[in-house]
């Protein structure tokens, strides 16, 4: 079945940095385009950054442009998300997802998520 598991959450102090992870498997990892969400508190959840199946395009949302860096390895089924000078805003659960066919039409799998604190 398809998974999808994050890693590299944690408590950073603002200006600092973390690099979060996301294995795939149960699926073709190179054919897709993968892409990263979060939810922060009380809070609808959002695109942060979204990376086409070779790499070769990305996109950000406007308020991480500049700070955080997308990235896949297909040969490691792993997308990454690199994120430098976090604010407290970034505070959320961060999560990896896909969107695979299914009939005519595609369902979305998302992983467990990995909570990110930005926090002195």
């Known amino acids: 079945q398809v998974q999808l598991v994050e890693s590299g959450g944690g408590l950073v102090q603002p200006g600092g940095n973390l690099t979060l992870s996301c294995t795939g498997s149960?699926?073709?990892?190179?054919?897709?385009?993968m892409s990263w969400y979060r939810q922060a508190p009380g809070k609808e959840r959002e695109l942060v950054a979204s990376i086409t199946t070779g790499g070769g395009r990305t996109n950000y949302a406007d308020s991480v442009k500049g700070r955080f860096t997308i990235s896949r390895d297909n040969a490691k089924r792993t997308l990454y998300l690199q994120m430098n000078s976090l604010k407290p805003e970034d505070t959320a659960v961060y999560y990896c997802?896909?969107?695979?066919?299914?009939?005519?039409?595609?369902?979305?799998?998302w992983g467990q998520g990995t909570q990110v604190t930005v926090s002195s």
């Open positions: 149960g699926f073709s990892f190179s054919n897709y385009a």
């Open positions: 997802t896909t969107r695979l066919p299914y009939s005519s039409s595609y369902i979305s799998y």
